[in-house]
């Protein structure tokens, strides 16, 4: 059995063929041993996902491979994330999460966690938690069903995601709930969620790739809705699904989608887009628009009454349109751009809104969808006046613009536009020459060499760990029964996965989230030209509050060589990053922080001392 004599991919076969023939315990136990070297090298060298997976399910048939199966998963979970493969990593990984009988590897879950994370979009969480919206859905999806009383009913639910809508079908009597999911990873979480309920049929496919014609569909119902309604396909994929239907009276959840917006003035929001003739490329074809909670900008004034920018049917033709909209202006000021908020009709009178708080509305607002933000140049406006928006409509984007503008700008990271607007750059602008390209990213962080610059000499990470209720919910999802952390301390598989570890929160407004700390400011890592950017550090602290941490806040600040200095927190257009904990964590009297700086992110983990 002289494996290394034999291709490498012949010699995996071969010890395969001869563990599926032993008997004796130890010979066994020898051919594991050379068949983890064999697999640790075929998997190097094997790019094929496929061939991969067939092997691996080859594997676990084999005797003794239950004692094995941590060493075997490893293998083929480090070579996914090596080769980008995320969700084969999920799977491999994940098995050695759920099934070791010891004490797990603390980096090993947290690897699988992040992989998780990165699977699995985070604002998904917020929308399964949020209470007006399942009831609203769930409402309007049992009063239509009601309404066919006695016949047989089929839903097809677009984009399901978890399966709640779908849930929420079945048990108001559908007869039959087609769930499609595109994604992957999300349909088999929506699949594991739905298993129990047996008029449920969960695909992985697109709406596109569904037979609607042998199906006698009477209702679709979707929330593939982003902060502009349009912007995830809901329009194109009821269009599809209606021209081939042979049901001409199929409905629709929702019925119909409006989108309104009106004139807003915020200092902090026009600083993030322009400076001068420098602005970033949000607001533009390329980005028409951006998604924030308007509610957590203290300085926004609203200018004018909101007007609508379009409505569509879903299931009716959409043309492309681009057209004029008037908006009348209640309050002088300075005009930054329009927020856009979704209004969307379910069924009969159950209508939600994504409207921000201060507008009052009559319908179920939804806490979990921000508000659109659509950049203008700075104009101002008088109250009486009516102020004309051109619409460019697509069936994804809605790029707004004002009549007539031809000033031309320069596109450059919003990051520049920060930096060029901050306080900091008003005092040392000369200085700020040789630091503005790509040193400073959202958040503070540093996301790249700083010191190519002759003028930057250190670069320091401040910050506290706290604790609080809301983040902590937002590491959780009771629905799929998950627990996803965003950090780790250490990188036990590849590098490739750094660049999964560190989640920027910079839409957490932290002067008014309620939230206790648990530390006082720690220096968590100072990087400079004498010290390597790889750089980690471990630190001790008491607890300040008997409370289990929750994240790591953490803020960048710059010392150049002159002296001058800059701060992310002291700066408006920057707030504080985190790192969140997860709800694992347990409460200590001391603990012990590590944290790690890869040059690019900034990772962290948190232990009771």
């Given at each position: 059995?002289?494996?290394?004599?034999?291709?490498?991919?012949?010699?995996?076969?071969?010890?395969?063929?001869?563990?599926?023939?032993?008997?004796?315990?130890?010979?066994?136990?020898?051919?594991?041993?050379?068949?983890?070297?064999?697999?640790?090298?075929?998997?190097?060298?094997?790019?094929?996902?496929?061939?991969?997976?067939?092997?691996?399910?080859?594997?676990?048939?084999?005797?003794?491979?239950?004692?094995?199966?941590?060493?075997?998963?490893?293998?083929?979970?480090?070579?996914?994330?090596?080769?980008?493969?995320?969700?084969?990593?999920?799977?491999?990984?994940?098995?050695?999460?759920?099934?070791?009988?010891?004490?797990?590897?603390?980096?090993?879950?947290?690897?699988?966690?992040?992989?998780?994370?990165?699977?699995?979009?985070?604002?998904?969480?917020?929308?399964?938690?949020?209470?007006?919206?399942?009831?609203?859905?769930?409402?309007?999806?049992?009063?239509?069903?009601?309404?066919?009383?006695?016949?047989?009913?089929?839903?097809?639910?677009?984009?399901?995601?978890?399966?709640?809508?779908?849930?929420?079908?079945?048990?108001?009597?559908?007869?039959?709930?087609?769930?499609?999911?595109?994604?992957?990873?999300?349909?088999?979480?929506?699949?594991?969620?739905?298993?129990?309920?047996?008029?449920?049929?969960?695909?992985?496919?697109?709406?596109?790739?569904?037979?609607?014609?042998?199906?006698?569909?009477?209702?679709?119902?979707?929330?593939?809705?982003?902060?502009?309604?349009?912007?995830?396909?809901?329009?194109?994929?009821?269009?599809?699904?209606?021209?081939?239907?042979?049901?001409?009276?199929?409905?629709?959840?929702?019925?119909?989608?409006?989108?309104?917006?009106?004139?807003?003035?915020?200092?902090?929001?026009?600083?993030?887009?322009?400076?001068?003739?420098?602005?970033?490329?949000?607001?533009?074809?390329?980005?028409?628009?951006?998604?924030?909670?308007?509610?957590?900008?203290?300085?926004?004034?609203?200018?004018?009454?909101?007007?609508?920018?379009?409505?569509?049917?879903?299931?009716?033709?959409?043309?492309?349109?681009?057209?004029?909209?008037?908006?009348?202006?209640?309050?002088?000021?300075?005009?930054?751009?329009?927020?856009?908020?979704?209004?969307?009709?379910?069924?009969?009178?159950?209508?939600?809104?994504?409207?921000?708080?201060?507008?009052?509305?009559?319908?179920?607002?939804?806490?979990?969808?921000?508000?659109?933000?659509?950049?203008?140049?700075?104009?101002?406006?008088?109250?009486?006046?009516?102020?004309?928006?051109k619409v460019e409509l697509t069936e994804v984007s809605v790029l707004l613009s004002w009549v007539g503008d031809q000033v031309e700008y320069s596109v450059v990271e919003p990051s520049q536009v920060k930096l060029l607007n901050s306080n900091f750059a008003q005092s040392s602008s000369n200085e700020l020459l040789n630091v503005v390209p790509k040193v400073v990213d959202v958040g503070g962080l540093v996301?790249?060499?700083?010191?190519?610059?002759?003028?930057?000499?250190?670069?320091?990470?401040?910050?506290?760990?706290?604790?609080?209720?809301?983040?902590?919910?937002?590491?959780?999802?009771?629905?799929?029964?998950?627990?996803?952390?965003?950090?780790?301390?250490?990188?036990?598989?590849?590098?490739?996965?750094?660049?999964?570890?560190?989640?920027?929160?910079?839409?957490?407004?932290?002067?008014?989230?309620?939230?206790?700390?648990?530390?006082?400011?720690?220096?968590?890592?100072?990087?400079?030209?004498?010290?390597?950017?790889?750089?980690?550090?471990?630190?001790?602290?008491?607890?300040?509050?008997?409370?289990?941490?929750?994240?790591?806040?953490?803020?960048?600040?710059?010392?150049?060589?002159?002296?001058?200095?800059?701060?992310?927190?002291?700066?408006?257009?920057?707030?504080?990053?985190?790192?969140?904990?997860?709800?694992?964590?347990?409460?200590?009297?001391?603990?012990?922080?590590?944290?790690?700086?890869?040059?690019?992110?900034?990772?962290?983990?948190?232990?009771?001392?």
């Open positions: 059995m002289k494996a290394a004599t034999v291709g490498v991919d012949t010699a995996v076969s071969l010890v395969i063929s001869k563990l599926q023939r032993l008997s004796d315990t130890n010979l066994i136990e020898q051919c594991w041993e050379i068949l983890r070297s064999c697999l640790d090298s075929w998997l190097t060298h094997c790019q094929c996902a496929q061939q991969q997976r067939a092997c691996f399910e080859e594997i676990t048939k084999l005797k003794r491979y239950s004692y094995h199966e941590e060493t075997v998963c490893r293998l083929f979970g480090g070579a996914a994330v090596q080769q980008g493969n995320l969700v084969d990593a999920n799977l491999y990984l994940s098995r050695v999460v759920c099934n070791s009988r010891r004490i797990l590897d603390p980096d090993l879950f947290e690897t699988v966690s992040n992989i998780r994370n990165t699977l699995v979009v985070r604002w998904s969480f917020r929308m399964l938690n949020d209470i007006r919206r399942n009831h609203s859905f769930s409402s309007a999806i049992s009063s239509f069903l009601s309404e066919l009383k006695d016949r047989r009913s089929v839903v097809l639910d677009v984009g399901a995601g978890s399966g709640i809508l779908s849930l929420y079908a079945a048990a108001a009597g559908a007869t039959t709930v087609f769930a499609v999911e595109q994604d992957e990873v999300v349909c088999r979480m929506g699949k594991s969620v739905t298993a129990g309920v047996g008029n449920i049929k969960f695909g992985h496919c697109s709406s596109e790739e569904f037979d609607v014609g042998s199906n006698h569909v009477d209702l679709v119902v979707s929330e593939t809705l982003d902060s502009i309604g349009i912007g995830e396909g809901i329009v194109r994929s009821c269009r599809d699904v209606a021209l081939r239907s042979l049901n001409k009276n199929i409905s629709f959840i929702p019925s119909q989608v409006t989108l309104q917006g009106f004139l807003i003035h915020s200092q902090t929001l026009h600083l993030g887009s322009f400076c001068g003739n420098f602005r970033t490329n949000i607001g533009t074809s390329e980005e028409p628009y951006c998604c924030e909670f308007i509610d957590e900008y203290t300085d926004v004034v609203q200018l004018s009454d909101p007007a609508n920018i379009f409505k569509v049917k879903l299931g009716d033709t959409f043309d492309r349109t681009l057209s004029i909209i008037s908006l009348p202006v209640i309050t002088d000021g300075w005009c930054d751009g329009v927020c856009s908020f979704l209004t969307a009709d379910l069924f009969q009178d159950n209508t939600i809104t994504t409207a921000p708080n201060f507008l009052k509305t009559n319908h179920s607002r939804m806490g979990c969808w921000e508000q659109g933000f659509h950049p203008l140049p700075r104009r101002y406006v008088t109250s009486g006046q009516v102020v004309s928006i996301i790249s060499n700083p010191f190519q610059y002759a003028s930057v000499k250190s670069v320091s990470f401040r910050g506290y760990v706290l604790h609080s209720k809301k983040l902590l919910s937002w590491s959780r999802v009771n629905p799929l029964a998950l627990c996803l952390r965003d950090t780790s301390q250490s990188d036990t598989l590849s590098s490739e996965v750094n660049k999964y570890r560190t989640l920027l929160h910079e839409n957490i407004p932290w002067n008014t989230l309620e939230h206790t700390k648990l530390s006082e400011q720690l220096i968590l890592l100072r990087v400079s030209e004498q010290t390597p950017l790889l750089n980690s550090r471990t630190i001790q602290f008491q607890g300040l509050a008997p409370l289990p941490p929750t994240a790591l806040v953490f803020w960048t600040e710059l010392e150049f060589q002159s002296g001058a200095k800059f701060c992310s927190s002291d700066e408006p257009l920057w707030r504080p990053a985190a790192i969140l904990f997860g709800c694992e964590v347990e409460r200590g009297d001391s603990y012990t922080l590590s944290v790690c700086f890869s040059g690019t992110s900034l990772s962290a983990s948190i232990t009771p001392a």
